[in-house]
């Protein structure tokens, strides 16, 4: 049975879609088939929800009187980038603050948008004729702000690595803090409700897809930086076993809220911003039922050691997502306990609320208005002194 997008949005019009999240769908399909349960479920709502680096806003401040090119920028003691036009800065989530190192960053001044706070504007610039103001100390809220436009270069990864540590030393890192010798394993991806494992080629997910974005309805701008989808995957399905696909992500963060975007500080490593994002999946043949069907039990991810010091981290085997969530693994016939750094449980909210937002009429999904290149290769940075 094939469907078109067009007629699972009128079913979605007429009150007669059937919805699922992506947990509904495995367990449905586990059941009933993969046959009958395309024949039932027109969509199935994915998600995830963890720290994703690569994110930022673009704001616009509006022009002071007289008026000024914004160059250095400071936000609560964080640096923006002003290099773009007069009143125009993007704030990296990532960048730490001057004053307080890896305790606040970009990421927490986000956050306190969010929360309505009053941000520390600070600022300096070389006067021109246009722009005769040098400089600027004042404060901001996200409601007089213009535009706070997130734009997330490098989100919602596809079937990120497990991270161990095999050194005698700890080690802080963006996959958390690593124990010497396999004393833990970190993962961040939400198996079964995780996006692009349940859209392993892409077929529905690409540039222009509506989605669920920090809590109100974005937008896949883009493929995402390191986006590397010619990577080793599993023959039956089609699921990548190391990091692949990523997605560029933009929406309004005036409309988003904190329940879906979260500032967190990874210890001796720095800020990050935890992302929610939804993305629905209509199911409009079996072989899109097939993949979103596929449990935590058949979905592979790899072991990395992060205590190798060198670009190409050893690869040290594959464990299935119902190992990692079970609270342990077994590495070199060593039992090492997991920790997700991802939230689970908020990402099965996400599902539910994309759930709901569809069977209420609030959402209507979108093809894609050009796929996710398959053939990108994701090259090193090689030193050239030549």
């Known amino acids: 049975m094939k469907r078109t997008i067009e007629e699972i949005n009128e079913k979605i019009r007429k009150g007669r879609a059937v919805i699922l999240t992506a947990e509904e769908m495995v367990a449905l399909v586990k059941e009933r088939g993969i ?175 509506r989605i669920f974005l920090g809590g109100t309805i974005g937008y896949v701008a883009w493929e995402g930086t390191q986006h590397n989808p010619q990577v080793p995957r599993d023959k039956k399905t089609k699921i990548p076993y190391t990091p692949a696909a990523t997605l560029c992500l933009i929406g309004d963060l005036k409309q988003m809220n904190r329940n879906f975007l979260r500032a967190a500080t990874f210890y001796n490593y720095g800020p990050t911003l935890y992302v929610g994002v939804g993305i629905p999946i209509p199911i409009l043949d079996e072989d899109l039922a097939r993949s979103t069907g596929v449990g935590d039990e058949e979905i592979y991810a790899t072991v990395f050691d992060y205590g190798v010091g060198r670009r190409s981290r050893p690869q040290l085997g594959k464990v299935t997502y119902a190992e990692l969530r079970s609270g342990r693994i077994k590495i070199g016939g060593k039992i090492v306990p997991t920790a997700p750094l991802s939230s689970y449980t908020r990402a099965r909210e996400i599902a539910a609320t994309l759930k709901e937002w569809i069977k209420e009429k609030k959402f209507y999904l979108t093809g894609s208005l050009q796929a996710l290149p398959k053939d990108r290769v994701f090259r090193p940075l090689v030193e050239d002194w030549d």
């Open 35 to 209: 046959k009958a349960a395309s024949q039932k479920v027109d969509v199935v709502t994915t998600a995830t929800f963890g720290p994703m680096c690569s994110s930022g806003v673009f704001l616009n401040f509006g022009h002071s009187d007289p008026p000024m090119k914004l160059q250095k920028v400071y936000l609560n003691g964080v640096m923006a980038y002003g290099g773009i036009a007069a009143v125009d800065v993007y704030l990296g989530a990532t960048e730490p603050s001057l004053n307080q190192g890896y305790n606040y960053g970009g990421a927490q001044v986000i956050e306190d948008l969010i929360k309505g706070k009053r941000i520390h504007l600070k600022a300096t610039a070389l006067p021109t004729d246009c722009y005769p103001r040098s400089e600027i100390d004042t404060f901001v809220t996200l409601e007089k702000i213009n535009q706070a436009i997130m734009v997330n270069p490098r989100n919602v990864y596809q079937n990120y690595a497990v991270a161990v540590n095999t050194s005698e030393k700890v080690l802080y890192t963006y996959m958390g803090t690593l124990l010497p010798r396999l004393g833990n394993a970190n993962y961040s991806t939400s198996g079964q409700l995780s996006p692009l494992l349940k859209d392993p080629e892409y077929r529905t997910i690409g540039i222009g897809t």
